[in-house]
């Protein structure tokens, strides 16, 4: 129990910022994370015992109850979705404000989910494109292929220069 505890308190907030940049609203991200947390007790038993991989396999849970927990709300995302999706289509959307370079945030937004959770997982979580690729769940080669697509969606909706985006 001290292992898990310790690898728990060793990244419960990097998890917590993981969850609330990916729940709406913010505030079940707490819910989410007690989730995992009890998922991780009740699964302690296969662990990874390096802190690396235990890091990255809080993540992986921390994942698969974001996922779930997506599921169970479909009904009222699905509404925000249709908002999302009118609102990209109108002139004062993503058009004119993805355009601006220091848009980063809202140009990753409208990408698909798979692109995006590639590149939040290595830009705003610090993991490798391989270590991304491992806690989604794809192989590396896909996660590498994906996250190109992603750069070049970014890209062209940025206008920004190729090197400004480099490979983790």
């Known amino acids: 129990m001290d292992r898990l505890d310790a690898l728990i308190r060793a990244n419960a907030s990097d998890i917590l910022?993981?969850?609330?940049?990916?729940?709406?609203?913010?505030?079940?991200?707490?819910?989410?994370?007690?989730?995992?947390?009890?998922?991780?007790?009740?699964?302690?038993?296969?662990?990874?015992?390096d802190e690396i991989g235990g890091r990255m396999w809080l993540f992986a849970i921390a994942r698969n109850i974001l996922l779930n927990a997506r599921r169970s709300t479909r009904r009222r995302l699905a509404a925000t979705d249709r908002l999302r999706l009118e609102l990209a289509?109108?002139?004062?959307?993503?058009?004119?404000?993805?355009?601006?370079?220091?848009d980063v945030r809202g140009a990753v937004t409208q990408l698909p989910i798979d692109l995006r959770e590639l590149v939040e997982l290595v830009h705003w979580d610090g993991f490798s494109i391989s270590d991304a690729a491992q806690i989604t769940g794809?192989?590396?080669?896909?996660a590498r292929s994906r996250y190109a697509s992603a750069k070049e969606r970014l890209r062209t909706v940025l206008v920004v220069q190729p090197e400004k985006f480099t490979r983790r």
């Open 89 to 102: 289509q109108t002139p004062t959307g993503r058009g004119a404000d993805a355009a601006d370079p220091l």
């Open 138 to 142: 794809i192989s590396a080669s896909t």
């Open 17 to 49: 910022a993981y969850l609330e940049r990916r729940i709406d609203p913010r505030a079940d991200a707490a819910d989410v994370l007690s989730e995992t947390f009890i998922v991780a007790w009740k699964k302690e038993r296969q662990a990874p015992t």
